[in-house]
């Protein structure tokens, strides 16, 4: 069974950093996008960052370019790096993969980030 598990979640002060981890187990997530998503109390999931399966192509959400950066390993591990941080970053983060051009298909549990002013 396919599974994304996050980890690196917790709690800092606004000009922190954090980073995020996804790690895979039961298939090989080599050739799939990857991306991370987060969701906020009481708001929609939100798409945070993605990178191609090459890792040599990322794209942002407007809100954290600058100051996010994804990246992958030959592992197929799924960081995010988040710098910078801001109460407005406080969240639930989802790692997230999908084929070339499919649709999300497999979801982690989640992992919390709050940023206290």
């Known amino acids: 069974q396919a599974q994304l598990v996050e980890s690196g979640g917790g709690s800092v002060q606004a000009g922190g950093s954090l980073r995020l981890s996804c790690s895979s187990s039961?298939?090989?997530?080599?050739?799939?996008?990857m991306g991370w998503f987060r969701q906020a109390p009481g708001k929609e999931r939100e798409f945070v960052a993605a990178?191609?399966?090459?890792?040599?192509?990322a794209d942002y959400a407007d809100s954290v370019k600058g100051r996010f950066t994804i990246s992958r390993d030959v592992t197929n591990t799924v960081d995010l790096q988040m710098n910078s941080l801001k109460p407005e970053d406080t969240a639930v983060y989802y790692c997230?993969?999908?084929?070339?051009?499919?649709?999300?298909?497999?979801w982690g549990q989640g992992t919390q980030v709050t940023v206290s002013s």
């Open positions: 039961g298939r090989t997530f080599r050739s799939y996008v």
């Open positions: 997230a993969a999908r084929r070339y051009q499919g649709e999300y298909e497999y």
């Open positions: 990178i191609g399966w090459s890792g040599s192509s």
